[in-house]
């Protein structure tokens, strides 16, 4: 729907909504201040009914539309919305006419058995029922299918919701992110549909996606949020490398190199497109260099990779007593064992990801000649860019490393003949997690599904 279209029929279900709430008080109004010769109660009356009816189908409907011009999550997510916007607008409007109405209204003469009062009362109720009806109808619908309100502003919204005024505030911002996510997913909807005969990513080769450190491939938790399924649509063959969550590069390396030849020999596809993030780059460098997978990898794309180690990590290792250390490893391989790890080693895995230990490393990698590298860097404008934890490393990293996504440095990230280095001129900049959408956070002046749409169709594009 169009948006002009979109909001004349809000501002069309506000004036129903209105006149079911006021039409009878008004009548009843005038009715007892004298005004005898209106048609009361009978034409009121099925005026009144007719909107009460179109209210419950509003409720429903709210701008009047059931044809779906999106996804069946967005669409519910703008009716809800919409309920809200229309909630908003009517609780504003009915506050003042009761304000006004209790000075203006007040009739001199009020006939024995059915009470002025009573009128009053019954409008006051009819209209709070209609108004919560409303606002639980459109805050269901948009808590149950909003990506971008998070649980922040879920937990915000519903403790705002209990103080006066603070819960208007909450109510407007809730209303601002859902409508421009709204929107946001709408405009991706509809790119999707142009370009969906292209095949943008239907590449030669499928795509390997090799997650990092401390993650694994979970059906119900992607590792790379809404990526895949961006991918998938735009005609890309994806598979996952299930390495271990914790562990070596050494022995991640070996897991990988089984994982594609386990793929090459079940479909046939003589070779992998890598697209590996954080520590998976040095895990998939190992098992091209080390692992014999060289002859069936066409390419290796790491995003965010320490490809020169963090010194920072050099530091905490060195300062940590070793039984603090200790204590945190056996903590982290319990937990990781129940996550799927068969042998998870934290100190393994963090040790290989320090900058003396990648020194070390890079000299016994060399790059295979038959396979095309090229490295993707981002970085965070400030302490406060990233969430937690980033942004509480985002200042030591600094410190030891200079410019970082909140784990990994500039410097650290570049490999390969081609470096493309990204970020946001004006606020939070991009962080470390935010390159594999792991927040599923609508960024400004960035959008990761389609930067990866781009990134894999270059891969088609140079025949990979």
Request: proline fraction near 4%; charged fraction near 20%.
């Amino acid at each position: 729907m169009k948006p002009f279209r979109k909001i004349f029929f809000k501002i069309l279900s506000s004036l129903i909504i209105l006149a079911a709430l006021n039409i009878r008080f008004t009548c009843a109004s005038l009715y007892y201040n004298g005004h005898t010769d209106i048609l009361f109660p009978s034409a009121c009356k099925t005026v009144e009914i007719i909107c009460y009816l179109l209210i419950v189908y509003i409720n429903f409907f709210p701008v009047f539309s059931i044809r779906r011009t999106s996804t069946a999550r967005n669409k519910i997510l703008d009716d809800g919305t919409s309920l809200l916007q229309i909630f908003l607008a009517t609780t504003a409007i009915e506050i003042t006419y009761c304000i006004i109405a209790l000075f203006t209204a007040i009739p001199d003469y009020v006939e024995p058995g059915f009470t002025y009062p009573l009128v009053w009362i019954r409008y006051l109720l009819t209209a709070l029922l209609i108004e919560l009806v409303l606002f639980w109808n459109g805050i269901i619908r948009v808590y149950l299918t909003s990506v971008q309100l998070g649980i922040k502003w879920r937990i915000l919204g519903t403790v705002c919701g209990w103080i006066p005024f603070v819960q208007i505030y909450a109510l407007c911002r809730i209303i601002r992110i859902t409508s421009n996510e709204v929107i946001y997913e709408n405009e991706k909807y509809l790119l999707n549909r142009i370009r969906a005969d292209n095949q943008e990513c239907h590449t030669r080769y499928p795509i390997l996606l090799v997650h990092g450190v401390f993650f694994r491939d979970f059906r119900f938790f992607n590792y790379w949020g809404r990526i895949p399924a961006e991918l998938i649509r735009n005609g890309a063959s994806l598979f996952y490398g299930c390495q271990q969550s914790a562990a070596s590069v050494a022995k991640c390396g070996e897991e990988l190199t089984s994982r594609i030849k386990q793929i090459v020999q079940e479909t046939g596809c003589e070779k992998v497109n890598i697209i590996a993030h954080s520590k998976g780059g040095l895990d998939s460098r190992y098992a091209i260099s080390s692992c014999g997978a060289a002859d069936y990898v066409a390419s290796l794309t790491t995003i965010n990779t320490p490809h020169r180690g963090c010194i920072f990590a050099d530091y905490l290792l060195d300062k940590i007593p070793d039984n603090v250390c200790n204590k945190v490893a056996l903590k982290y391989n319990a937990a990781l064992t129940l996550l799927g790890d068969p042998y998870p080693d934290f100190m393994e895995a963090v040790q290989d990801l320090t900058a003396s230990s990648c020194t070390k490393l890079n000299t016994t990698l060399p790059d295979a000649p038959q396979v095309y590298y090229q490295s993707i860097g981002s970085k965070m404008n400030g302490a406060f860019s990233g969430r937690f934890p980033l942004n509480m490393s985002y200042p030591m990293v600094k410190h030891f490393d200079g410019a970082n996504d909140g784990l990994v440095s500039v410097d650290s990230m570049k490999w390969g003949g081609n470096f493309t280095l990204l970020t946001v001129p004006d606020g939070r900049g991009i962080s470390h997690g935010d390159l594999i959408d792991l927040n599923r956070e609508n960024i400004t002046g960035f959008d990761v599904r389609e930067f990866y749409v781009n990134l894999v169709h270059d891969l088609k594009e140079k025949g990979f």
